[in-house]
């Protein structure tokens, strides 16, 4: 990597400079679950973050511009627009799942949205719902309401912000559905270009950002089976850990199984074989 600098390192990217108006972003294979970094990557893992999200961003920038460049030939490799990221998480929810039931269960609220009463676990809303959330150096992001992500954003750019998250929301879950995948909830990143217009970073509808269920085996009143890293979750709370760092290590058969979520989310929402992808990463964007 000798023609950019390293410039930082997420939970699962690693971000270099190209130049002033350009980064590489790189989707290493680790996975993290409730926000810790495991010492077990999942094989491919980052190949198929950058080709969704790929495949994604070439579908929405109608609703409103990202920031992909290219992507290059090891299918693990963004070349983006730099932005100036927004300071909260963009949550959408249309189903009634993870953070947002506890939420429900504790004060019939979901940031500072009442719901009805009555509602079960993985329940279908009336409809979908914006919920943001802060963006934690370390730790768990923390659900808050309008108030305060209007404290962080301003009034006019929070509304921009829930309309176009709220927009994308229902056009991907209307097109994984008619593909048999239910896109339950899924966190968006915004930021600003140069001329101060909103524009869509990060990743776009994976299976580390939203919650995928498969429509065939979906029922409300519990936890349904999910492509995504759920898979991973619920392998941790069973030991016991107490969710900090560090994180356990992953068995063999947890990481095929959620290496094999990952390639059929992949396959299924896009339609294009995985190692059509590998062999040729610009497939996704036709």
Known sequence: MSEALHVGSGKVRELYALDDERLLLVASDRISTFDVILPTEIPDKGRVLTGLSGFWFARTRELVPNHLLALRDDGRSTECRRLEMLPIECVVRGYLSGSGWKDYLATGEVCGHRLPEGLIESQQLPEPIFTPATKAETGHDENIDRTAAVDLVGEARFDEVEATA???????????????????????????????????????????????????????????????????????????????FPGPELPQAVVTGTRARYVEAFEQLTGIGFDMYLANPGVVLG
């Open 166 to 244: 709220l927009a994308l929301y229902r056009f991907a879950s209307a097109y994984a559905r008619e593909r048999g995948i239910i896109l339950a909830d899924t966190k968006l990143e915004f930021g600003l270009d140069q001329d101060g217009r909103l524009v869509l970073g990060d990743e776009a509808f994976t299976p580390d950002s939203s919650r995928f269920w498969p429509a065939d085996e979906y029922a409300p009143g519990g936890t349904p089976p999910s492509f995504d890293k759920q898979f991973v979750r619920d392998y941790c709370e069973s030991l016991g850990w107490d969710k900090s």
